[in-house]
């Protein structure tokens, strides 16, 4: 019996992107998965765009935008009742290669103990790595790194040609994110405290805590326009994004950093303002 994949995608005013996105899941063979779109009450032509043109989605309309993780949530749970045996949270400003979904349910399959997993992730328009390897910043070296991140891509803008597979993986980012049904039962959904940021950190560590590996799947690649999406940068407004990024990480290091790491953290907000503001001037005037 042939191993059931749902791919979700979460939608918010993705006009500019649906269709490529949709158009490159669907050129490979679609007997093989299923698509769930959630639209978190979008303002423009998206749901539109998907009822014209991808007649075998299955289109879930919000009334209102429920934010990242329960958008996901909503399409999991939609997911796990038609019967999935695995689920592919993928952003709506991703492209795929025809091979996504073939290697990447290969890959779990043949890989036991990994509960979550994904694909290389690519900028667009280049063969350097946008996500392939992860590390959340632990102990002392929480110190040594002046912004308020608790972690970093590793591998991140090298060329996919450089890349070897033996990076420590800390987390999975939720823009390719394929997990197994037994993760969702045993651990459960996404935690929607997280409106936008950080649910894919707290979903991986809670993964890693339940015994589950993560792995990376250097079969397949996919592009990511993080970099190209202006406009939703603009409409949400940088203020709220940074609040909701600083919300998520205070959130993680309260759940899983030390006692000690929290005060390692406090100490680092003191100087960390500094370091920014030389990095804007010396950009602005070198």
Same mark, same amino acid.
């Given at each position: ?7 979700i ?21 679609? /007997?093989? #998965? =299923? ?7 979008s303002?423009?032509?998206t749901?539109?765009i998907? !009822? %014209?043109? +991808? ?8 009334k209102k935008n429920?934010g990242f993780?329960?958008g996901?949530n ?7 009742s038609?019967?999935a ?5 993928l ?26 997993a994904?694909p290389?992730i ?21 110190l ?7 972690g ?6 090298i060329s996919? /040609?450089? #890349? =070897? ?15 197994? !049904? %037994?993760? +969702?039962?045993?651990?459960?959904l996404?935690d ?12 991986s560590?809670?993964?890693?805590i339940?015994?589950y590996e993560?792995?990376i799947?250097d079969s ?25 990024k ?6 993680i ?9 929290k ?24």
């Amino acid at each position: 019996m042939p191993n059931k994949l749902f791919i979700i995608i979460v939608t918010w005013n993705g006009e500019k992107f649906i269709s490529d996105c949709l158009n490159s899941v669907y050129n490979q063979d679609k /007997s093989d #998965f =299923s698509v769930i779109v959630v639209d978190n009450n979008s303002e423009d032509r998206t749901k539109e765009i998907v !009822k %014209d043109n +991808f007649k075998e989605v299955i289109l879930i309309e919000s009334k209102k935008n429920l934010g990242f993780a329960a958008g996901n949530n909503v399409g999991i749970k939609k997911a796990l009742s038609l019967g999935a045996d695995y689920a592919a949270l993928l952003n709506q400003d991703t492209e795929v290669s025809n091979d996504f979904a073939q290697n990447c349910v290969k890959y779990l399959v043949e890989n036991r103990k990994v509960g979550l997993a994904s694909p290389i992730i690519l900028f667009p328009n280049s063969d350097k790595i946008w996500f392939a390897g992860s590390r959340i910043f632990r102990g002392r070296e929480i110190l040594e790194h002046a912004t308020t991140k608790i972690g970093e891509h590793t591998n991140k803008k090298i060329s996919l /040609s450089e #890349f =070897s597979n033996n990076s420590d993986v800390d987390w999975i980012p939720a823009c390719a994110l394929f997990v197994k !049904k %037994d993760v +969702f039962e045993k651990i459960g959904l996404l935690d929607e405290k997280f409106f936008m940021y950080g649910e894919d950190v707290d979903f991986s560590l809670r993964a890693k805590i339940a015994g589950y590996e993560l792995g990376i799947i250097d079969s397949t690649t996919i592009i990511h326009k993080e970099d190209l999406n202006s406009k939703f940068e603009i409409s949400i407004g940088l203020f709220k994004k940074a609040i909701y990024k600083m919300k998520a990480r205070c959130t993680i290091i309260h759940r899983y950093y030390s006692f000690k790491e929290k005060w390692y953290y406090l100490i680092k907000l003191t100087y960390t303002p500094l370091f920014q503001l030389a990095y804007a001037v010396r950009k602005i005037f070198s």
